[in-house]
């Protein structure tokens, strides 16, 4: 399992978020997804602790902690949703010139 870590200052790097997130237990892995385009930090991250104990630690001690300007969002990643489940795709409802249908 990992933590979302969410409304981060976008210079964070990996390791400020590791040397945050190692006072609470050993850090096994921090992700920082950036944008495709741009390559620019998206402004949340991953972290992945070695224990539970540990995840459960840092989450109590810093969802809702300023750091680096910014209240951080911390809690318990949720499994990624699969894209292929959505149905129909963006354009239901709208005809080729992107008006919506009269019913």
């Known amino acids: 399992m990992s933590i979302y870590v969410g409304n981060l200052s976008y210079s964070v790097t990996q390791d400020d978020l590791?040397?945050?997130f190692s006072e609470y237990g050993t850090v096994k892995r921090v992700q920082l997804p950036t944008d495709r385009e741009t390559g620019r930090a998206r402004g949340f991250g991953f972290v992945e602790m070695?224990?539970?104990a540990a995840e459960d630690a840092a989450i109590q001690a810093l969802d809702g902690a300023e750091w680096m300007g910014r209240v951080m969002k911390v809690n318990k990643a949720r499994p990624r949703e699969d894209k292929g489940a959505r149905s129909g795709g963006g354009n239901w409802g709208r005809?080729?010139?992107g008006y919506s249908r009269q019913y």
């Open 95 to 97: 005809n080729a010139s």
């Open 18 to 20: 590791s040397k945050v």
């Open 50 to 52: 070695e224990s539970s």
